[in-house]
């Protein structure tokens, strides 16, 4: 049983670029969030999808959008790319009702 | 065994010996926790998880303790190996909100 896959591993864009990742949740979860992780930190909620709509967002600007699609999978998009959006995004899954998150390995993105 | 009373950034464990890993929640409401361990390069992985209903909960090697009145958790894990050498971190969710609030982590080294 595949766990949560997420592509691609790694990414170095420039700023001003716009950068898509995408996430394929474990096989029966259907609820999918978005994490940012600077280094050093810990993960922080970007935001979950469900039923293929945003359904809560954490503290991030609308550069920052996603999608999920009919198959569950979701990706993210950020747009305008800036120095400080370099980290490591990982994607987390979870079957409806449950809060138990299950992590991905991540897309180590760097930003020049 | 390794001990702490607050949270460490770090904590060095003799290989064969039992860790503590404390960590201090910030939403009195909350009421699922978990333990996640995250190895370098890699996404989180789930240890273990307590629900405010309960004090104590026990997996493999692995005790999590809640004490609600001090908003405090912490994970045990016991005869410690090289291979739980990790990032730990605790995360909190509040109810009605889906998502998982994450603490400072705590780098576990296990000396030989």
């Known amino acids: 049983d595949a766990g949560v896959t997420q592509s691609p591993t790694h990414l170095i864009k420039t700023r001003g670029q716009q950068v898509t990742l995408r996430c394929s949740p474990k096989s029966g979860h259907d609820t999918v969030s978005w994490y940012q992780q600077a280094l050093g930190q810990g993960p922080q909620f970007i935001f979950q999808y469900y039923e293929e709509e945003e359904r809560q967002r954490g503290n991030f600007p609308d550069r920052f959008s996603g999608h999920q699609f009919p198959n569950y999978s979701s990706e993210l998009n950020v747009n305008a790319l800036l120095l400080g959006d370099s980290a490591l995004y990982l994607c987390?899954?979870?079957?409806?009702?449950?809060?138990?998150?299950?992590f991905g390995p991540g897309t180590r993105l760097l930003v020049l | 065994g390794e001990s702490v009373g607050l949270h460490l950034p770090t904590l060095s464990v003799q290989e064969g010996d039992n860790s503590i890993i404390n960590c201090a929640y910030s939403n009195s409401a909350s009421d699922y926790f978990i333990w996640y361990k995250q190895e370098s390069g890699k996404g989180p992985q789930f240890i273990i998880d307590i629900r405010s209903n309960m004090d104590k909960r026990q997996g493999q090697r692995v005790t999590v303790l809640l004490n609600k009145t001090v908003k405090h958790l912490s994970l045990q894990i016991a005869a410690t190996q090289p291979g739980d050498s990790a990032v730990y971190f605790c995360?909190?969710?509040?109810?009605?909100?889906?998502?998982?609030?994450f603490g400072a982590g705590t780098t576990v080294t296990v000396r030989a």
């Open positions: 995360a909190e969710n509040p109810p009605n909100d889906y998502k998982l609030s």
């Open positions: 987390a899954s979870s079957p409806t009702g449950w809060e138990t998150q299950y």
